[in-house]
């Protein structure tokens, strides 16, 4: 099995941070990282090169691959700001009708800027997904 290649790692945030030339993104990342680390409770660590983290889980499949993520994330991506909603969006659909301006993978949500969305939808986007993998991964 290979293992992942994002992982934790000591890589200062302010430092990631400050590499982004653009400032309405660093703006909107400033502040997408205040929303996380208040609803999570957990300060942000680099996973990767561009993924800001908070908090952490264990999973482990049915095939026997197990490995440690974070609860909640994002990424100041080239096209988008990219949420990384790790339980998905199945449960959320009444606050997705509300948020704004998106796209959605997976458990990606990308969006332009935060001007686009409603923030405070976004915060109970956030607290709900946070909410339900602490409740299917409790620390």
Not at 69 to 85: D, E, G
Request: charge should be positive.
């Amino acid at each position: 099995m290979a293992a992942l290649k994002t992982k934790a790692n000591d890589k200062n945030v302010q430092a990631f941070l400050d590499t982004i030339q653009n400032p309405q993104k660093k703006q909107d990342s400033l502040a997408i990282m205040q929303i996380l680390q208040e609803k999570s409770g957990n300060e942000p660590i680099m996973w990767g090169n561009s993924i800001i983290g908070y908090g952490k889980y264990h999973y482990k499949y049915k095939t026997g691959r197990e490995g440690d993520w974070m609860r909640i994330a994002f990424s100041p991506r080239k096209q988008n700001l990219t949420l990384y909603i790790m339980d998905g969006f199945e449960t959320h659909k009444e606050l997705l009708n509300k948020l704004g301006k998106f796209k959605i993978g997976k458990s990606c949500l990308y969006i332009k800027k935060l001007a686009d969305i409603d923030n405070k939808i976004l915060s109970q986007l956030v607290e709900q997904s946070l909410h339900n993998m602490n409740t299917r991964y409790p620390e």
